[in-house]
């Protein structure tokens, strides 16, 4: 899934865990991503979660 060559760069991400994520990069490489909550009422950034993460497999 994850390609070296490509980043978003409408999509800034410093996940490195994620298969997405960019090495060389913070961006992410997916053309679009879903961002969801699991609070039920969220007010803060930390109630957010990009639902495209993938984790990273291990080499
Ligand atoms: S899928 Fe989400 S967490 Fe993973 S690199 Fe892209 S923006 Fe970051």
Redesign the pocket.
């Known amino acids: 899934m994850n390609n070296n060559c490509h980043s978003n760069q409408c ?1 800034k ?1 410093t ?1 490195t865990n ?1 298969e ?2 960019n090495p060389s990069e913070n961006y ?1 490489t ?1 053309n679009c ?1 879903t961002i969801g909550t699991h609070e039920s009422n969220p007010t803060q950034c930390q109630c957010v979660d ?1 639902q ?2 993938v984790m990273k497999k291990q080499k």
Do not use: K, P, R, T
């Open positions: 999509i991400c996940v994620c997405n994520h992410c997916l991503v990009c495209s993460f």
